[in-house]
DNA sequence: CTCTCTGGACTACATGTGTAGTCGATACAC
DNA sequence: GTGTATCGACTACACATGTAGTCCAGAGAG
């Protein structure tokens, strides 16, 4: 499953709240996005095309549901990425957004945890 | 910089031996790209139009030199898709990597130094 | 010297992506 | 009931990308 950066924008919409018109959509992404309505909804369409999402009839409208999940897509987004660009080494990623100030104290914090889960 | 995933390819052979022939670097990526010369020619010389490798004259051909460095170009690709997909939150980041069994026993070992050497 | 091979320059072309516009039907305002 | 705003369906279009093909000039083979 290939979702692009503006369709994954309104994946992450849909994923904090499932059901939504495309016009509240389009209103959610408001803040951050200076999209018409019109691009909102091809992207709708797209990802529906995809079947990232699906659609329930509501009067005239559809309201749109996840069909994919948002762990499950970030994950594999994450190996891909890893494998991609770092050669599925995930250290020197990490390392690298460390370098970049990509790491806060909070972000050290919960990997320590993380890691220390992981040796059990 | 935008460099593409078959790009990005070819950028890695270069970043890995800089200086090589167009020929050279088609045969570099011969055992995993099935691509013809053409093909590399044409990544190529898109690398060299958007500024990320510069060519040297040899004699009749051109040998190939990353303009952009391998280190600064992660850390940014990175920083970037922690952005896009996890809202800039490393540490899910490395959660799902771990979820996925992308972390080898030694990209623990790493982390755990890297991180020891992060709260200095 | 002439033929052929190889290199770069230019061209091609389908598909994906970002960003929208048009159109016909319909629900609601009045 | 008639006009208008809105919905989904279909269409548009430029640029990026993956994947290559054509063409001409020069280098080397003989």
Redesign the interface.
């Known amino acids: 499953m290939k979702i692009s950066?503006a369709e994954?924008d309104v994946m992450s919409v849909l994923w904090d709240k499932p059901g939504l018109a495309a016009t509240d959509v389009h209103d959610a992404l408001g803040d951050e996005k200076d999209w018409t309505s019109r691009t909102v909804k091809t992207l709708l369409a797209r990802l529906v095309e995809k079947g990232a999402l699906r659609t329930e009839e509501d009067g005239r409208r559809y309201l749109y549901y996840p069909l994919i999940e948002e762990?499950s897509y970030?994950?594999?987004?994450?190996?891909q990425?890893?494998d991609?660009?770092?050669s599925?080494?995930?250290?020197?990623?990490?390392?690298?957004?460390?370098?970049?100030n990509?790491?806060t104290a909070?972000?050290?914090a919960?990997?320590?945890k993380?890691?220390g889960e992981?040796?059990k």
């Not at 970030?74 to 190996?79: D, V």
């Not at 599925?88 to 970049?100: K, M, N, Q």
């Open positions: 950066a994954l762990g970030k994950a594999s987004a994450a190996r990425f890893v991609r660009v770092f599925g080494r995930a250290a020197p990623l990490v390392a690298h957004l460390a370098d970049t990509g790491l909070d972000d050290i919960e990997l320590e993380l890691l992981l040796k």
